[in-house]
C-alpha cells in the first residue's frame, strides 16, 4: 500500500492507523501526517510501531 500524498510504501504500522472520528484509514505515511495541517485523532496498532515509524528521521550517533 502507498501513501496518497508522497507515494512512498506504507509499513505495516502506518497501513493500520485510522481517524477515530471517522474510522476510515488515513493511508498515509508517518511524515505526511505529521506535516499536514490537520489534527488527526488516530486509532493505532501499537505493535507494530518500529523506529521508522517514531518520525525521527535517521538516528545519528557519536561513536568515540
Known amino acids: 500500500m502507498k501513501?496518497?500524498?508522497c507515494d512512498t510504501t506504507?509499513?505495516?504500522?502506518?497501513?493500520t492507523l485510522k481517524d477515530v472520528a471517522t474510522g476510515?484509514?488515513?493511508n498515509e505515511c508517518v511524515e505526511c501526517?505529521?506535516?499536514?495541517?490537520?489534527n488527526l485523532a488516530l486509532q493505532e496498532?501499537?505493535?507494530l510501531?518500529?523506529?521508522h515509524?517514531?518520525?525521527l528521521g535517521v538516528l545519528d550517533?557519536?561513536?568515540?
Open 61 to 64: 550517533f557519536d561513536i568515540d
Open 33 to 38: 501526517i505529521q506535516g499536514s495541517a490537520g
Open 3 to 5: 501513501c496518497l500524498a
Open 24 to 26: 476510515d484509514y488515513v
Open 10 to 15: 506504507l509499513t505495516d504500522y502506518e497501513s
Open 49 to 51: 510501531k518500529t523506529v
Open 53 to 55: 515509524d517514531l518520525g
Open 45 to 47: 496498532r501499537l505493535d
